[in-house]
């Protein structure tokens, strides 16, 4: 396992091994059997690229009402717990003492992307976000706390597990390409983000 750090990101390539991948695979398809990936729309009606699910007591959702935390999925049912093979993750890498509140499931078909932005819709920013990436590698890229300036762009490949605390909490970042076929890890191809957060 290779650990870095840029920009406060903290980057562990190759967190899981493959059997390890497998496992937080499996559990995250039973959590979509039972909160199926929807198509989430921004506020001003934009179809995002990426789908989305979540597990735990709150999931992010978006639609024409706004962004926000809900404690059930779009379709009216309570979202599945957090797996515990991804609690152990988040025990293992947040140094944080509270659990994860919202396991996020960012579902990028081939072609899917993700904007620069900054994720503020979490009551304590002293508490990190968590990242696990699964399936095909992604091109993450890491910018500041405010908009614009210099970037610094890192592939994330299935396994990767990113953690952003501290200063990092507010950084603007985002996903702009994925290499299609890279991994053989999901039958469909394509990538599986989870991160995990504490949502109050
Ligand atoms: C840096 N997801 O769900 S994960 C998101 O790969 C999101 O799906 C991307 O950005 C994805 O909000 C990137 C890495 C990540 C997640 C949260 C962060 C980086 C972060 C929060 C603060 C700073
Ligand atoms: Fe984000």
Redesign the pocket.
């Known amino acids: 396992m290779t650990r870095l750090t840029i920009r406060g990101?903290v980057i562990y390539q190759g967190f899981l091994d493959r059997a390890g991948q497998e496992t937080v695979r499996d559990a995250i398809g039973d959590v979509l059997q039972s909160a199926p990936l929807f198509e989430p729309v921004t506020p001003r009606g934009k179809k995002m690229s990426?789908r989305m699910s979540a597990a735990g007591q709150y999931g992010?959702v978006t639609d024409r009402k706004g962004y926000r935390y809900e404690p059930q999925h779009p379709q009216g049912q309570a979202w599945p717990a957090i797996p515990n093979c991804l609690q152990e993750v988040w025990e293992q890498v947040s140094g944080c003492a509270r659990p994860p509140e919202c396991c996020?499931i960012?579902h990028?078909a081939a072609g899917a992307r993700?904007g620069l932005?900054?994720?503020r819709d979490e009551a304590d920013f002293t508490c990190?976000?968590v990242?696990v990436?699964l399936g095909d590698d992604?091109l993450?890229r890491?910018g500041n706390t405010t908009r614009g300036g210099p970037t610094q762009s890192v592939w994330?490949s299935s396994g990767d597990v990113?953690v952003?605390g501290g200063d990092?909490?507010?950084?603007?970042?985002?996903?702009d390409r994925t290499r299609a076929g890279s991994s053989t890890l999901l039958p469909q191809g394509g990538?599986i983000?989870l991160?995990m957060?504490v949502v109050t």
């Open positions: 990101v990426v992010w996020l960012n990028y993700m932005h900054q994720d990190p976000v990242s990436s992604a993450f890491i994330l990113a952003m990092a909490r507010l950084i603007y970042h985002g996903i990538r983000n991160t957060r």
